[in-house]
C-alpha cells in the first residue's frame, strides 16, 4: 500500500520550529505536532506548497519574507491607553482582547511597556516585520474525512495567516 502524501484534504501533524535569520529560535513545535488540513489555508500558501507531495518522515525547511508570514509590522497597531483602563497589574507580554474603551477589532493586543498613566499595547503578531525560517517535520499524514474538512481549523501558530490575508485583501 502506498504511503499517504500531503496534498489537498490531507491532515499532517507537523513539528514546526520557528527561527529568526541568525539561527536563534524563536519558538518550538510540540513533539506531537500541529494537526493541519491541507488545500483549505490553514497555513501559509508557500509553506503549504513546500508541503505538497511530502510524506511522513520529511522535512522541510523554508525561509518567507514577511508579506509571505505574518505581514508587515504596522505602527498604527501601537496604541497607548489610559492605565485605568487596565488595572493596575499590568506587565509587559499580557494579552489583551481589543483596545479597553474601542470597539473589538477581533485582535490581541500585547503590553509592551506603561509609565504611571498609560499603558503601551501592540496589536502585530510578535513576528511582524520578521523574515523567518521554518523548520517543518512531518510526522504522520492521513487522508481527511469530510467531517474533519468540515470540522478542521488552524493551528494557533498560524492562525494569524488568515488575519495577514484578509487585512491584505482589504488594502487592495
Do not use: C
Not at 27 to 49: R, Y
Not at 134 to 161: D, N, Q, S
Amino acid at each position: 500500500m502506498a504511503e499517504t502524501v500531503i496534498g489537498k484534504d490531507t491532515v499532517a501533524w507537523l513539528k514546526i520550529d520557528v527561527f529568526d535569520l541568525t539561527g536563534n529560535q524563536l519558538q518550538e513545535g510540540p513533539e506531537e505536532g500541529w494537526q493541519v488540513l491541507f488545500g483549505h489555508n490553514d497555513i501559509f500558501p508557500k509553506l503549504e506548497q513546500a508541503l505538497m507531495g511530502k510524506k511522513a518522515r520529511d522535512t522541510v525547511t523554508l525561509t518567507l519574507e514577511p508579506e509571505d508570514a505574518f505581514g508587515e509590522s504596522e505602527p498604527e497597531l501601537i496604541r497607548s491607553v489610559p492605565l485605568n483602563l487596565l488595572g493596575d497589574n499590568v506587565e509587559p507580554g499580557m494579552k489583551v482582547e481589543g483596545v479597553p474603551g474601542e470597539p473589538s477589532d477581533g485582535r490581541f493586543y500585547t503590553v509592551i511597556g506603561s509609565d504611571e498613566n498609560h499603558v503601551f499595547l501592540d496589536g502585530n503578531h510578535p513576528f511582524a516585520g520578521w523574515a523567518l525560517k521554518f523548520v517543518v517535520r512531518v510526522l504522520k499524514v492521513e487522508k481527511a474525512t469530510p467531517e474533519e474538512v468540515e470540522e478542521m481549523e488552524a493551528p494557533e501558530l498560524l492562525e494569524v495567516a488568515d488575519l495577514v490575508k484578509e487585512a491584505s485583501e482589504t488594502k487592495h
